[in-house]
């Protein structure tokens, strides 16, 4: 049985704002109201601890965690996903619940037994890594009568809760920067893979070059693979056909920027004087390549943690509202842009 605010209200004849007063032991209540909500909360089940203001409730304790891989190009064994999966144990174990892990591979047919072992095994809610997720893929766990949290991709039209990077906001800075700094031929570094998060991120960067007036050259938006070794390869093909190249790209994840500066120096091509680049996530490898990489900076560990924050709360309180938590991004300059205006 989950317990909900407005149910309790309504059997003690007060507000919800009244009865989430008492829960959060704040002042301005009468001790009379007090002892009727907690009473009524005991005879719906539940015991009260007055010392730290929480309801206790018959829980098993655990979260699922569930990484789902379409295709494994994207979700992988990343800084990104390490510090991530960091933050979302941190903030269980802080929280006194145990982590379960499950991956899911859509190329292995393994998703039904994966849905079997959540009916089995009790857990209060699932958090789910939809980076590389389509919106029908969630559509196996429409059924599904637990809390739901989704992380890392906005999937349209989807009754849950969502926590993501605020892609389009950060790329369009990112942009925006390169214009600051004096860059008038700007192209993106695309993904040949599609997830959400790098449509967002292209969106960014072309509602960037259409508000400042600049041409939207399609020449300038070159695909590549999302692995190290894919992006310098598709790099290397695209350089070996005589490409007209801009003067800075900004790239849809750090990993496509290594590759392709790896490509680029191969051919002779100097960053941050011939071409400057800006990557996104902030990976530890960007401060220790040559030259260090200008990103954007992802806040990994946090946004794990407000996954669980807002799964938690949902286990705990049954709130009925959905959200979308956009975590936004910080610009870390290091030494792959040029400064035009100064020349």
Known sequence: MKIRIKDIAKAVGVSPATVSLVLNNKPGISEET???ILKKIEELGYSYNRSNSRI???LSK???FIVYKKHGKVVGETPFF?????GIEQEARDEGFNLLISYINEQSGDRQEIIQIIKETPVDGILLLATEMYPHDLLIFNNLTLPIVVLDSYLENRNMDFVVIANAEAVYSATVYLIQKGHREIGYLDSSVWIKNFEERREGYEKAIRESGLILKKEFILSLEPTLDGAYRDMQEILKKGAELPTAFVAANDIIAFGAMKALKEAGIKIPDDISIIGLDDMPFCEICDPPITTLRVYKERMGKIAVKRL???IMNNVEERVK???RTELIERKSVKDNMLF
């Open 34 to 36: 007090r002892e009727k």
């Open 56 to 58: 206790l409730k018959s």
């Open 62 to 64: 655990n979260i699922r």
């Open 82 to 86: 390490s510090a991530l999966i960091e």
């Open 312 to 314: 938690i709360e949902r």
């Open 325 to 327: 938590i956009e975590v």
